[in-house]
């Protein structure tokens, strides 16, 4: 069965300095790979998104994430953190074939330290 | 702008009432999707429909039943609450059939069940 593993519950950085989220899933083919962001009291917003191709992507709010086939890894990543990121960041896994549903991480949460 | 609304946000309400959550969304969306997500945990799909009059049960089994008379619409039913139904219970929509759209989230509802 597919799985989705985001090994971090929580981190901590800094304003300005840079933030890697971890993301592993576990699926026998390349998947379809979404990271999503949850702000306080607001919906889940997609951020990137990768399909084939380019497996550096790019998102919204700055944000990139890398798909690595080796490590079965789609890491999000940000060269510069605001304190307006302080959110939870989910990864999401589609299988081809399983009816377009999403498996899911647990998340991570991000705080920023001023 | 995603325009996807759940009503009410927060309930509070005692053991054996019934209860039904909003959820409505004005982008012509064929998909729709009921997600429970509990702290610290991935989100896990309770139901989804693919169009009017099309409804089917997630991943994870609940006991909660939902509707798709009008494509913007997408009510999800609770007969006889529990405390064991205390969660977050998320919507989404997404575009066309057959595909791998992005999902736009409401902002949730979080229910409590004394």
């Known amino acids: 069965a597919q799985s989705v593993t985001q090994p971090d519950i929580h981190i901590t950085v800094s304003e300005g300095a840079s933030l890697e989220l971890r993301c592993n899933y576990s699926?026998?083919?390349?998947?379809?790979l979404f990271w999503y962001v949850q702000s306080p009291g607001q919906g889940l917003q997609l951020l990137l998104k990768y399909f084939s191709g380019d497996t550096l992507v790019q998102g919204i709010k700055g944000f990139e994430a890398e798909f690595k086939r080796s490590q079965s890894s789609f890491n999000l990543r940000k060269p510069s953190v605001h304190w307006s990121d302080a959110a939870e960041y989910f990864c999401?896994?589609?299988?081809?074939?399983?009816?377009?549903?999403?498996?899911w991480g647990a998340g991570t949460k991000l705080i920023i330290k001023p | 702008e995603a325009d996807i609304y759940q009503t009410p946000r927060y309930l509070v309400i005692g053991t054996g009432k019934k209860i039904t959550l909003e959820c409505s969304q004005t982008?012509?969306?064929?998909?729709m999707y009921w997600y429970q997500q509990d702290p610290g945990m991935e989100l896990h799909l309770i139901h989804y429909s693919y169009g009017v009059n099309s409804t089917e049960k997630g991943d994870l089994s609940s006991e909660s039943t939902v509707s798709r008379i009008r494509t913007e619409h997408f009510p999800l039913t609770l007969e006889s609450a529990r405390p064991s139904h205390t969660s977050q219970y998320l919507c989404a929509s997404s575009g066309s059939s057959g595909s791998w759209d992005t999902q736009y989230f409401g902002p949730g509802t979080r229910l409590t069940v004394l």
């Open positions: 999401a896994v589609g299988a081809p074939g399983s009816n377009y549903q999403l498996i």
């Open positions: 699926y026998g083919a390349t998947p379809y």
């Open positions: 982008m012509g969306h064929d998909k």
